[in-house]
């Protein structure tokens, strides 16, 4: 695997990190909409994740991340269509999709 790839997963892993960090042991829906900076931190993670997938996915398509394309478009959503962000997606991606993103990317960069 490129070196350059290895980045980009590398990064991938440290947003995921991010986010469990910025989100604690209690995973609480109401207080991620009370709280903005949050929100935004949160969304900048994914818009990384994002963008770090689709320049994967750019130099080597043979590399499958599960739901890669959802999550390049949440990306570009984020990003693009800002002021029409799904909190409850977003939520949704953290609790059903990111721990198993997690472990196909550590797996990926211990190849």
């Known amino acids: ?8 997963l590398y990064d991938i892993k440290v947003s995921i990190d991010s986010i469990e960090d910025y989100l604690g042991e209690t995973r ?6 009370e709280n903005k900076m949050l929100r ?3 969304e900048r993670g ?12 750019k130099l080597d398509e043979s590399i499958e ?3 890669e394309i959802q999550i ?8 693009h269509g800002y002021d029409k ?9 953290i609790v059903r999709h ?3 993103l997690k472990i196909e990317i550590e797996k990926l960069l211990s190849k």
């Open 1 to 8: 695997m490129e070196i350059e790839i290895k980045k980009y």
């Open 28 to 33: 609480n829906f109401n207080l991620y909409l």
């Open 40 to 42: 935004r931190a949160i």
């Open 46 to 57: 994914f818009e990384i994740i994002g963008e770090a997938m689709n320049r994967i996915d």
């Open 65 to 67: 991340i599960e739901g």
């Open 72 to 79: 390049i478009s949440m990306r570009n959503r984020v990003i």
């Open 85 to 93: 962000i799904d909190n409850e997606i977003i939520w949704g991606t």
């Open 98 to 100: 990111l721990p198993t």
